[in-house]
């Protein structure tokens, strides 16, 4: 409890630090903030973070935390309008995420798929499987991160269902949930956003996390992993099929995911912005929830998984049909 205190205080002071020497942007005007709120509200989620990640884990691996510090500057970089091309980002995003899967040793193990296993048995062929893995997880993570406590929350019944599940994990969970819970307060009141910096650190981290868990416990199916991030991964791969099918381009952004679809039909009842938003993120979030809940059961049976997680992408698919009828 003495951590989280001094977690919550100390986040609380860099955020209005922060903000009063606007040292950060504070509002960006993409379209998913408007989600939120149009009033200046600090981008330091990626920030509070990387500095409590520093004081607690720096020690972990050098390297791996040089390529955090790369996704974060990236992120600001984003943020301040210095990078706007989407397509230079996802450059930039590849090039870390790529040297992250070799100085991270990292690798996908098993996908229980006999050809790709074939595939991935090669070395250099498992770290661009890796790089297009954690691509997708940060690029989701992103794209989910237009609704107060939508991206922090999902994240945040990761680390506690993993904490509960006793898994050894290569960062210290309490830790995270003293620091997710800490930024999930300050999310929630709108006293700060965590921008592309934030949300592409967060995927970065759990990516680097997850993969980790499933290279050290061989009784975890690797579909369990999948289940955990099926939702900003479906999000994100939805939308680069729905943008091509709509002949846009998948890099521009667009305010027709599901999320904001389900904040749209709430807003249209309730008429209060910061109301529907976390009503929204909390519907989404207790699916998460109960999906992980019954998944966990079952983190060792791949046909179970595989079904649950083909159930989740239909429930998506339909959810999402009759909310554009509306």
């Not at 300050?186 to 650190?201: A, H, I, K, V």
């Not at 009503?279 to 699916?287: E, H, S, V």
């Not at 966990?296 to 999402?320: M, P």
């Amino acid at each position: 409890m003495e951590k989280f205190i001094i977690i919550f205080l100390v986040s609380t002071l860099i955020n209005e630090l922060v903000f009063k020497i606007k040292l950060l942007p504070s509002f960006t005007g993409d379209l998913h903030q408007k989600f939120s709120s149009t009033k200046s509200v600090p981008l330091t989620g990626g920030l509070i973070l990387l500095v409590f990640y520093t004081y607690f884990f720096f020690n972990n691996n050098g390297l791996v935390y040089f390529c955090f510090i790369c996704i974060f500057i990236l992120g600001i970089l984003s943020d301040l309008k210095k990078i706007v091309s989407a397509n230079k980002r996802f450059l930039f995003q590849t090039i870390i995420c790529f040297f992250l899967a070799i100085v991270g040793e990292l690798e996908i193990t098993t996908t229980r798929i006999d050809i790709l296993d074939k595939i991935i048995s090669n070395k250099i062929l498992n770290i661009f499987f890796v790089t297009f893995c954690i691509l997708i997880v940060i690029n989701g993570s992103n794209f989910i991160d237009g609704l107060n406590t939508l991206s922090l929350g999902y994240y945040f019944l990761i680390i506690c269902l993993l904490y509960f599940l006793k898994f050894d994990l290569v960062f210290d969970s309490v830790i995270l949930i003293y620091i997710f819970i800490t930024l999930l307060i300050l999310n929630l009141f709108n006293r700060l956003y965590l921008g592309d910096n934030g949300s592409y650190l967060l995927g970065l981290l759990f990516s680097y996390i997850l993969i980790k868990l499933h290279i050290s416990n061989n009784s975890i199916s690797p579909y369990f992993i999948i289940l955990l991030l099926w939702y900003p991964s479906m999000e994100i791969l939805f939308s680069i099929i729905r943008k091509n099918l709509k002949n846009k381009s998948p890099m521009l952004p667009d305010n027709e995911h599901l999320h904001q679809l389900v904040f749209k039909k709430i807003n249209q009842k309730t008429k209060k912005k910061l109301f529907s938003n976390i009503t929204t993120a909390l519907i989404l979030n207790f699916y998460n929830l109960v999906i992980f809940i019954i998944g966990s059961k079952f983190y060792n049976h791949h046909g179970f998984l595989i079904t649950l997680i083909t159930i989740n992408i239909f429930i998506y698919l339909i959810s999402y049909s009759m909310l554009k009828k509306i």
